[in-house]
T-cell receptor, first 111, second 120 residues
Framework: AQSVTQLGSHVSVSEGALVLLRCNYS??????LFWYVQYPNQGLQLLLK??????LVKGINGFEAEFKKSETSFHLTKPSAHMSDAAEYFC?????????FGAGTRLTVKP | GAVVSQHPSWVICKSGTSVKIECRSL??????MFWYRQFPKQSLMLMAT?????????EQGVEKDKFLINHASLTLSTLTVTSAHPEDSSFYIC????????????????FGPGTRLTVL
């Protein structure tokens, strides 16, 4: 079965600094990959998704992710962090409708 | 588009009572809905997958007699927590997969805002 591993349960950056949240996947077939953001006591909001088109995917709020098959990675980046980016981020892999989530990474943004 | 709602957004109940949570796709038809459970500071764990008009498929370790799922229409699925106990307190999130013509767009799920259940 497919799975994802998010490296780092907690990432802290300064406002204006680069955000890098790591995600590695495991799948025996070409996967669909997603990044979601979750604010406290809210559901998941889709940031971006990889569906086998372009390997560099741009999402909302200035986030982007690059699918690297050779590294089985789908890391999330944002050039300049904003205070409003502080939240929990989940990477997910979906194969045939079966979606599996990573453990999540809590992003803290320091002023 | 692709909005999913949940009701209620939060509920407090006494131990031993049953609680029903509704999940609705507001602007699309969903043949498949998913129910997740999330403990504090943890990831989402899939509880069950429900298909309209058929029985839900439960993940290993999820008691189907305790967590009753009904998917009676293409826009509504319900999760009933029967005889709730404090250990059932959690954040429950549903999602829906849309139908595009005859091809099920399985790989993207649209998530509801979640329901916070507290059992006293």
């Amino acid at each position: 079965a497919q799975s994802v591993t998010q490296l780092g349960s907690h990432v802290s950056v300064s406002e204006g600094a680069l955000v890098l949240l790591r995600c590695n996947y495991s799948s025996s077939v070409p996967p669909y990959l997603f990044w979601y953001v979750q604010y406290p006591n809210q559901g998941l909001q889709l940031l971006l998704k990889y569906t086998s088109a372009a390997t560099l995917v741009k999402g909302i709020n200035g986030f982007e992710a690059e699918f690297k098959k050779s590294e089985t990675s789908f890391h999330l980046t944002k050039p300049s962090a904003h205070m409003s980016d502080a939240a929990e981020y989940f990477c997910a892999v979906s194969v045939g409708g079966d979606m599996r989530f990573g453990a999540g990474t809590r992003l803290t943004v320091k002023p | 588009g692709a909005v999913v709602s949940q009701h209620p957004s939060w509920v407090i109940c006494k131990s031993g009572t049953s609680v029903k949570i509704e999940c609705r796709s507001l602007d699309f038809q969903a043949t498949t809905m998913f129910w997740y459970r999330q403990f504090p500071k943890q990831s989402l764990m899939l509880m069950a997958t429900s298909n309209e008009g058929s029985k839900a498929t439960y993940e290993q370790g999820v008691e189907k007699d305790k967590f009753l799922i009904n998917h009676a229409s293409l826009t509504l699925s319900t999760l009933t927590v029967t005889s709730a106990h404090p250990e059932d307190s959690s954040f429950y999130i549903c999602s829906a997969a849309s139908v595009e013509s005859r091809r099920v767009s399985y790989n993207e799920q649209f998530f509801g805002p979640g329901t916070r259940l507290t059992v006293l």
